[in-house]
């Protein structure tokens, strides 16, 4: 299960990497995800504020059962780049879809 603190260590240190690279695309990779920890705050957007400008896409690469969830949480559909989700065994199609 993803904790808000790995999602928070996570996102810091995504954040002073793309503030070193620029434009960058997103790979999440969502092996043996089991979902989200219960409770807590998890519409905190400040990252996504601060660094979606600098994201040209993001994939997604999970399981079946994670689609709908992973790309709502993601906010597919509310950003400014494109958001994909695409199954385990589709993660060469991931970095085709990333590099097009």
Known sequence: RLTQAELASLQQRSSE?????????????????EGWEQGGKWDDFSFQEANDARIKRMAIVGEEKWRDLALLFASKDLREFPVEYFLAEQLAAARAWLAS
């Open 17 to 33: 990497f793309i503030a070193r690279a620029g434009k960058v695309l997103v790979l999440v990779l969502a092996e043996h995800f």
